[in-house]
Structures are given as C-alpha cells and as structure tokens.
C-alpha cells in the first residue's frame, strides 16, 4: 500500500506563506494525477491544486496567482507553496496521488490562518 505523509502545516498570520509537502513512499514519475485538496470543518474536501505530466496545472480560483503546485520525482514529494494567506485558506490539507485505477490520500496537515 501506497504511502503518503504530509508535513508543513501550522499556524501563520494573514498574509503569511506555508509550504506543504507530501511525501510518497512510491515513485511519483508514474502517476497520473496529483493533487491537494482542502477541507474545512462541516464542509466538503474541494480540489486546490493538481498537476498531471505536461505538467499541466490547475488551481481553484479563490488559489490562482498565490499557490504553486510543484513535484520533486528525485524524493519523490508532492509541494503546495502558498503565499499570500488569508483566513478562508485554513483547514485540513490533503495530498492524494493516482497510479492507473488506485489512489492514495495522505492523513492531512491542518492550516490555520489568522486575522
């Protein structure tokens, strides 16, 4: 089984930058998709960032211009570097990473923003 640890969260004021990791015990060169998503206490996870081979980049709206989604295939990591916090971009941060039909979440990191 496909294993998937984030670290990077914490607690930073409004207008303050985090960087989130997700490290695979598997090569990331092979999959198809990966991806970080957010969720917020009573919400649903909605999709922040993912990138494919291309790479190809996507990012929700509320993140474009502030978050950057990047890979390192060397130790096999999966990064969110988000600039320019506010308080809407708290909650838990989940990485999940696609090989063919199979795809693994990581446990989440939470991200708190303050005022």
């Known amino acids: 089984q496909v294993q998937l640890v984030e670290s990077g969260g914490g607690l930073v004021q409004t207008g303050g930058s985090l960087r989130l990791s997700c490290a695979a015990s598997r090569s990331i060169a092979s999959s198809d998709i990966m991806a970080w998503y957010r969720q917020r206490p009573g919400e649903q996870r909605t999709l922040v960032a993912s990138?494919?081979?291309?790479?190809?980049?996507n990012y929700a709206d509320a993140v474009e211009g502030r978050f950057t989604i990047s890979t390192d295939n060397v130790k096999n990591t999966l990064n969110l570097q988000m600039n320019s916090l506010t308080p809407e971009d708290s909650g838990v941060y989940y990485c999940?990473?696609?090989?063919?039909?199979?795809?693994?979440w990581g446990q989440g990191t939470r991200v708190t923003v303050s005022a």
């Open positions: 990138i494919t081979a291309g790479p190809w980049l």
């Open positions: 999940a990473i696609s090989w063919s039909t199979a795809t693994s």
